[in-house]
């Protein structure tokens, strides 16, 4: 039997002091359960409100990309400057310390590669499998406009009920085809879809008048790297992004493929927790890169 509350110290009730409802510091998450906001912050740092993502999930349509190759040496000399990991199942297993302390952000959709029309894509993880790797989101493509695109939104739709069922966000990855334009009028389209139908978090491309796409998205949005960028024009790209709304960057070649991908994911976390000028941030990569 466990022993009885003996002590004869008069107990304390606070009364004075009314019980704090703290509201959660996401945009457009307060409404969720406890386990989708544990998630959340662990993704979004709780002081910046912000996330410095690191995308490495090219190859499950086009195999060893460039910085890729080796992702034991490449990417795990990365891992603790990010605050999330956006990744594979098969790379998380195979690569990834289980004593890593990121979240992951793991790729859930997939089927065709380069050489197939990319937007017949599928959902390509079981929730139950997601959840014994202890993810913190899990991320599926959508193709608005796209050859696919109703398939493609039901699968973020099927993902976001899973999802829900278990505490899981899901993060939606706008994908642009090469037939479309990418402009303010289709980012705001693609994101305020994904946002309408679910998703706890929304990746796109900047655009000029970005702050009309993040206006009009009720839930934080975080920038794709894109193509390799010249460093300081990448990290132009990171402050205007941020300046203009976004939440955070998730990128991948813009740092696995500089010239100093250390120096280069520290000074975006500058950018990003610290609000950091491009032209700082740019001084201190050549700084860290002679070292």
Not at 71 to 95: E, K, S
Not at 146 to 161: A, K
Not at 201 to 211: P, R
């Amino acid at each position: 039997m466990p022993e009885a509350d003996t002590s004869k110290a008069e107990k304390n009730y606070y009364l004075d002091v009314p019980q704090k409802n703290e509201l959660f510091f996401l945009k457009g998450s307060n409404s969720y359960d406890w386990g989708m906001k544990n998630r959340l912050s662990r993704i979004f740092d709780p002081k910046s409100g912000k996330t410095v993502m690191l995308a490495f999930d090219h190859g499950y349509f086009q195999g060893p990309t460039t910085g890729l190759e080796r992702p034991d040496v490449t990417i795990l000399p990365l891992a603790p400057h990010a605050d999330a990991l956006m990744l594979t199942r098969g790379i998380l297993r195979t690569i990834i310390p289980a004593a890593s302390r990121n979240a992951i952000v793991m790729r859930a959709s997939g089927g065709p590669s380069i050489l197939k029309e990319l937007s017949h894509e599928h959902i390509a993880v079981d929730i139950e499998d997601a959840l014994r790797m202890n993810v913190s989101a899990m991320a599926v493509q959508v193709f608005v406009g796209g050859e696919h695109e109703s398939q493609s939104v039901i699968n973020m739709t099927r993902l976001v009920d899973m999802g829900n069922r278990y505490g899981v966000p899901v993060l939606a990855v706008t994908a642009v085809g090469k037939d479309m334009v990418r402009d303010a009028k289709y980012i705001r389209l693609a994101t305020r879809m994904c946002a309408e139908l679910g998703a706890a978090f929304v990746k796109t491309y900047f655009v000029h008048d970005f702050e009309t796409v993040t206006a009009s998205c009720p839930v934080p949005i975080v920038i794709a790297g894109g193509k390799k960028l010249p460093e300081l024009e990448a990290l132009q790209m990171a402050r205007n992004a941020i300046d203009q709304g976004a939440l955070g960057v998730d990128m991948g070649r813009n740092i696995f493929q500089s010239g100093s991908p250390v120096a280069m994911i520290s000074a975006v976390r500058k950018i990003v927790h610290e609000g950091m000028k491009p032209k700082e941030a740019y001084e201190m990569y050549q700084e860290l890169r002679k070292n």
